[in-house]
Each structure stands twice: as C-alpha cells, then as structure tokens.
C-alpha cells in the first residue's frame, strides 16, 4: 500500500461514502509492513463523542492502531493549525516503528491545510472564544458577521452570516490582537518561511455518483446512531457543567440536533429530519471540497459506490 515517492498515503470523502471500512481493510492487508490510519476528522478529536462521529470501535481499534482520536475534552477548541502540527508530528512517529501512515478523514479544512500549507496565526485566550460565543447566543451570528464587517471587511466578505466557526476565529483575532485576521494572513503569506509547510501526500478520493445512495446511507446510519444511544451519549455530555451548544464539539452534525431536541426546542422527528439534513449539507459541501481539489488535480477520484481495496491499492501503487 506504499504511495509513489514517500508521498504519505490519504483517503478523504464525503461523511457515510465508506472510508472508514475501506482504511480497516486497507490497513489490515498492509504490504509491506504494518499500516497505522491517522483519523481527520475534526469531530472524532473530541473525547465522549462517539456514537454521533461514527468513531472506530473498540475491535476496529485493537484490529488497527488509530491517531488522533479523543485528545482533548470537548471544552476544548481544537484547531486546524494543532490538527496540521499533529498530523505531521504522528507521521514522522509511525514511520520511526517502521509502519505507514494512513490519512483518513472527511474534515475538508483539515486536508486542505496539509495540501497547501497554513498561515502562521496567532492564538487567543478561552475567555475571548468565550465572550464571543455568548454575544453569538445573545445576538445572533449574522449580526456578529456585521460587526466582523466593520472591522474586518476583507474576511467578511468571504463568509456566509451562518459561518459561526470562521466569523468566531476572525473576531477572537481582532480582539485579542487589535489586527485584522487577514492583516495576520498577508504578513504570513510575505514569510514563506513562517507559514506551517504543506505535507506531500497521494491522495484516493471516495465520489459519489448517485446522490440518492449517499443520502439513502446518510439516513439509515443516522437512524442506527439514534438506535445506539446517540442522544443518550449527548444527554450525558449536557451534564458537563463547562459544556454549551456554542462549543465546537456540540456545534458538530447530530450533536447540534439532539441537544436542541433534549432541551425542549426539538421534537424527536424534527430532530431525526433535521439531523439528517444536516447530515446531507454537510456532505454537499465536502463534495464541493472534493471537486476543488479535482480541478487542481490533487486527487485521484473513485466512485464511492464501487471503490474497493485492489482498485486503491493500485492508486498507490502507481507512479505519477
């Protein structure tokens, strides 16, 4: 399963298009030596988020070592620039035990950050993440994109009034440093040298061809997450007395829903229909990554509905 030129071997999709299944199998056959999966998936890094992520299980992990798996508490913002350091950090330790590494994950941001590379941005403390969220609570995010406006019109004018996860980033920067966010970008784009370097990785795409069988998996496996304890797993998760819907980890597909249905906003079939919509958008828009990355030609694309393991064993395999 060795990729061409040292080139770290990656599978990415869409969520429900079969990557988890084909990387276990992947990584049990192996050839040569044995193969370890990197999880991307800006979900599965949360510990106590299980069910809703899709999480290998214990057998699968026992069966395969995974990374980046439950890290940090959900309280925790865990960022692209940490996934990008931890993903390359992970690589070089496989490959001292003289295994391979194998990337797998459905969080776009995440791949993009290795493929190109990442600015150089600073940190901010919980407690202006913090006052943020609850300005979000109180007034909306469409009103803080305004004022991320006012401030910051360059990065505002590339964000939806919805991108809660964005429009939080490029204020948390604007008050903790008095600049900008894309003041801070330009500055790291002058310094090639500062910027988090790109990883070199031969990449195998999963792409649907039939909308209605990504979204006929999307709905039977939301109806299994639900039968398994999902909104158990988030009733347990409501208990954490640092815990709010506005923390990443509860702003995660499914999660979002159940805590909405568990407080009284939802009922259980506007919860199971929103959070398989949601489940679909969130697809649409990984399959909009997907195409990105085809355009530019730094995928190799398979049809997520016949993709077996000979056929991505030979795209590693392969030159070029």
């Keep these: 399963m060795q990729p061409a030129r040292e080139a ?29 999966i990197i999880s991307l998936d800006s979900a599965q890094v949360y510990c106590g988020l299980d069910i809703g992520t899709a999480k290998p299980s214990a ?35 496989i ?23 990442l600015d150089q941005l600073p940190s901010t403390p919980a407690e202006v ?3 943020i969220a609850q300005a979000a ?29 964005r429009i939080s980033r490029a204020l948390e920067v604007w008050e903790h440093t008095g600049r900008p966010l894309s003041d801070w970008v330009r500055s790291s784009q002058a310094a090639p040298s500062e910027r988090l370097q790109p990883l070199a990785m031969r990449t195998l795409a999963l792409m649907p061809q039939d909308r209605a069988w990504l979204h006929a998996r999307i709905a039977s ?27 990443p980890s509860m702003r995660s597909v499914g999660y979002r829903q159940a805590w909405l249905h568990l407080s009284g906003r939802l009922s259980r079939a506007d919860f199971l229909q929103k959070g398989i919509e ?5 697809a649409k828009r990984q399959i909009t990554w997907l195409r990105s990355f085809a355009t530019e030609g730094s995928i190799v694309v398979l049809p997520a509905e016949t993709a077996g393991l000979d056929q991505a064993m030979a795209v590693w395999a392969s030159p070029g």
Aim: with cysteine; glycine share 8%.
């Design 221 to 247: 496996r939301f109806e299994e997450m639900v039968s398994a304890g999902l909104l158990e797993e988030v009733e347990g998760l409501m208990q954490r007395p640092g815990l709010t819907p506005d923390h």
């Design 8 to 36: 770290v071997a990656c599978l990415i999709g869409p969520t429900a298009s079969g990557k988890s299944g084909l990387a276990i199998a992947l990584a049990l056959r192996g050839a040569p030596g044995p193969v370890e």
């Design 95 to 117: 490959r001292s035990r003289g295994a391979q590494p194998l990337i797998v994950g459905g969080t776009m941001l995440y791949y993009k950050a290795l493929l190109h590379g």
């Design 278 to 282: 949601a489940t679909r958008q969130l």
């Design 137 to 165: 609570s109180a007034l909306g995010w469409p009103e803080l994109h305004r004022q991320l406006h006012a401030v910051d019109p360059e990065t505002a004018s590339r964000l939806a009034p919805t991108d809660a996860q």
């Design 59 to 93: 057998s699968e992990q026992a069966a395969v070592r995974h990374h980046l798996i439950d890290l940090v508490p959900p309280e925790v913002h865990y960022s692209v620039a940490r996934c990008h350091a931890d993903v390359l950090r992970t690589v070089s330790e």
């Design 129 to 131: 993440r913090a006052q």
